[in-house]
């Protein structure tokens, strides 16, 4: 089994910053992408960015020039750097990863339990 903890999440006003991390941890042979999703209320979940083992990386177009994406593979951990947050970037965020296993080396989708980002105006 593997789990994803989330945290740095917290309430702040327009044009601060934060940043969240996410660890992995359990049976973990490897990790393919890692990436950070939004779900704000009402509505869909969407991806605000991934990073690939190798480090290639994609961001939403809402928050591309504002956040950056990073990972320590030694670390099995994932860091999303929020820069001049905006209202509408208020949300849960949810740490994701494609994880091979070490018992059987199969791939499997994981998800962390979410961290409440507040932005307010």
């Known amino acids: 089994q593997v789990q994803l903890v989330e945290s740095g999440g917290g309430l702040v006003q327009a044009g601060e910053s934060l940043r969240l991390s996410c660890a992995a941890s359990?049976?973990?042979?490897?990790?393919?992408?890692m990436g950070w999703y939004r779900q704000a209320p009402g509505k869909q979940r969407e991806l605000v960015a991934g990073?690939?083992?190798?480090?290639?990386?994609n961001y939403a177009d809402s928050v591309k020039g504002r956040f950056t994406i990073s990972r320590d593979n030694t670390k099995n951990t994932v860091y999303l750097q929020m820069n001049s947050l905006k209202p509408d970037d208020t949300a849960v965020y949810y740490c994701?990863?494609?994880?091979?296993?070490?018992?059987?080396?199969?791939?499997?989708?994981?998800w962390g339990q979410g961290t409440q980002v507040t932005v307010s105006s």
């Open positions: 994701n990863a494609l994880v091979f296993s070490s018992d059987d080396y199969r791939q499997s989708e994981y």
């Open positions: 359990g049976r973990i042979f490897s990790i393919n992408s």
């Open positions: 990073i690939t083992h190798g480090g290639s990386i």
